[in-house]
């Protein structure tokens, strides 16, 4: 004789079969007060609410089957409920940072610096630059030789008024181009030259009072400052 739950799930299935998706749902739900912590269940229930095109509905059910399949360590099932959850609403940004860092976890370097481009892209078009930084920081902690991300977080440092941080990534990623101090300067060809910013001068400025300089000492020598990148390409965020 077929238990509870089974005559349950089998109901189930003839609603759907016969397109009748709220009543499936409905039932699929009846499982959830003796389980409620099924992400096989919340799963379905995701697809039924998808099938009956109440997409809020399934991209709720799908976050917590997500979640139950982290809390039970289903990596691989929980990455593959966060991508369906991002067809349907690609600007959730916060679940790229998610995917990454599971990819990180599972050692896909590459796979997680994507999802963090995707995810800082999403940040940036809704002008969240300090989110942005994150991700892109997460990206330099598994990849510390990628200028080209060291240089967007020194720009959007810039952007954000953050100037220690931008000289900060500047100085320690050698984005920066030398200088003749007294006319301030690129020494580059002039057609590479880049205008002198506030924080040009303030970099030569604070390297100026700490002793940055070549020559070893305040005033001695010759400085640098921020520009573009060592191949001279200006790179904007």
């Known amino acids: 004789?077929?238990?509870?739950?089974?005559?349950?799930?089998?109901?189930?299935?003839?609603?759907?079969?016969?397109?009748?998706?709220?009543?499936?749902?409905?039932?699929?739900?009846?499982?959830?007060?003796?389980?409620?912590?099924?992400?096989?269940?919340?799963?379905?229930?995701?697809?039924?609410?998808?099938?009956?095109?109440?997409?809020?509905?399934?991209?709720?059910?799908?976050?917590?089957?997500?979640?139950?399949?982290?809390q039970e360590?289903?990596?691989?099932?929980?990455?593959?409920?966060?991508?369906?959850?991002?067809?349907?609403?690609?600007?959730?940004?916060?679940?790229?940072?998610?995917?990454?860092?599971?990819?990180?976890?599972?050692?896909?370097?590459?796979?997680?610096i994507a999802d963090y481009l995707a995810g800082a892209k999403v940040y940036i078009q809704k002008g969240h630059n300090t989110n942005a930084l994150t991700l892109f920081r997460k990206i330099m902690k598994v990849d510390p030789r990628n200028m080209d991300i060291r240089l967007r977080v020194a720009e959007l440092c810039?952007?954000?008024?953050?100037?220690?941080g931008a000289i900060a990534e500047y100085t320690a990623g050698g984005l920066v181009v030398d200088v003749v101090e007294e006319g301030?300067?690129?020494?580059?060809?002039?057609?590479?030259?880049?205008?002198?910013?506030?924080?040009?001068?303030?970099?030569?400025r604070r390297r100026r009072e700490v002793g940055l300089f070549r020559g070893g000492g305040p005033g001695g020598g010759d400085s640098r400052a921020c520009g573009r990148s060592p191949d001279g390409a200006d790179r904007s965020v």
């Not at 990455?79 to 998610?98: E, G, N, Q």
């Not at 599972?106 to 997680?112: E, K, S």
């Not at 910013?197 to 030569?204: A, Q, S, V, Y």
């Open 1 to 70: 004789m077929a238990s509870k739950k089974d005559a349950t799930i089998a109901r189930a299935h003839e609603y759907a079969a016969a397109g009748q998706f709220a009543k499936a749902v409905a039932t699929w739900r009846e499982l959830l007060d003796g389980s409620p912590t099924d992400a096989n269940v919340y799963n379905t229930i995701g697809d039924l609410c998808l099938k009956n095109r109440m997409t809020a509905d399934a991209v709720e059910a799908y976050s917590k089957a997500a979640r139950f399949f982290l």
């Open 73 to 112: 360590g289903f990596h691989l099932k929980a990455i593959a409920l966060y991508k369906k959850i991002l067809k349907l609403s690609p600007d959730r940004a916060d679940l790229c940072t998610m995917l990454g860092d599971l990819n990180v976890v599972r050692g896909l370097m590459n796979n997680a």
């Open 158 to 164: 810039r952007k954000e008024k953050l100037t220690e």
């Open 184 to 204: 301030v300067r690129n020494r580059l060809p002039r057609d590479r030259q880049l205008p002198i910013t506030d924080l040009n001068t303030d970099i030569l």
